[in-house]
């Protein structure tokens, strides 16, 4: 069976572990050379081993300008162009309004808001004709969440974004799609929400589960591969139908 990403190069910021992770594993599988991106370096050489097929590591911080520029010219070096870009690294932690402090702000809009910004305005010249980018948004973005005000309204402002640079790079012609998790088996999730009180939030989810990186890497390929090839512009929600009642 042929494989929907033969050839492809593709870039996954925030990918040595969690739904990174599982984004860059699922296009390597399907034949993409894969570009990844996290901060530590040990987990990135780790996170490189285990996506195999050639994956390269490259450290930096998705939210620093100066990163950006030397993650696009290592990919430049090394593979010329870009087929599939994943802007997937975010930052989230819950903090109580009336005790928000101009740190977790900035903290949030840096990473989510910032970084993925100019992390695709400083690709496009290396996007080629008919490439694919993804932004992480979450289905924070669209419903409330208790002490998640600042990071829903980071990811509000994903969805967003991609309504209006569908228009701005039209004569680029690119395809730029919004993937939202929700509850995601991740160690971000995991040091956010105890594992004792997973079952109570599985007993709000239509599917009875949390999701898995395997599952938003699933949707990332349909999202960077011909099958999606007329659709642009959406929001497409991997949570098991949680935040759909
Ligand atoms: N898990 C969920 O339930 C859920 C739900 C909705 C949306 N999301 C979104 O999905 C994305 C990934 O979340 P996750 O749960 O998979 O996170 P995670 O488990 O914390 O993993 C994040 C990965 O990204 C790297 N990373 C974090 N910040 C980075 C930065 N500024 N620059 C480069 N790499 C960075 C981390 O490595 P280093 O620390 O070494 O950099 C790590 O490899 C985020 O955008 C998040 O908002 C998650």
């Known amino acids: 069976m042929s494989r929907k990403l033969e050839g492809k190069v593709a870039v996954v910021t925030g990918a040595s572990a969690g739904i990174g992770l599982g984004v860059a594993k699922a296009f390597a599988n399907e034949g993409a050379r894969v570009f990844i991106t996290g901060r530590r370096r040990s987990e990135l050489d780790r996170a490189v081993a285990e996506i195999g097929h050639g994956a390269v590591g ?146 709000t989810i239509p599917l009875s589960r949390l999701g898995s990186p395997e599952d938003l890497g699933k949707a990332a390929v349909f999202l960077a591969s011909e099958d999606s090839a007329y659709i642009t512009g959406v929001e497409l929600d991997v949570d098991g139908g949680v935040s759909q009642y």
């Open 58 to 203: 490259i450290q930096g911080d998705a939210g620093k300008l100066a990163d950006l520029d030397t993650l696009y010219a290592t990919v430049k070096q090394k593979a010329g162009s870009i087929d599939v870009l994943a802007l997937n690294a975010g930052f989230y932690e819950f903090m109580k309004f009336g005790e928000i402090i101009e740190e977790h702000f900035d903290k949030t809009y840096n990473a989510n808001v910032k970084g993925l910004l100019f992390g695709f305005q400083k690709a496009l010249p290396l996007l080629s004709k008919g490439s694919s980018v993804i932004f992480t948004g979450s289905i924070a973005g669209s419903i409330g969440m208790p002490d998640m005000s600042v990071y829903s309204s980071t990811k509000a402002a994903v969805r967003s974004l991609a309504r209006s640079l569908i228009l701005d790079t039209k004569e680029f012609g690119i395809r730029i799609n919004v993937l939202s998790p929700g509850h995601t088996l991740t160690p971000g999730l995991q040091l956010l929400i105890p594992e004792a009180a997973h079952a109570g939030i599985v007993d």
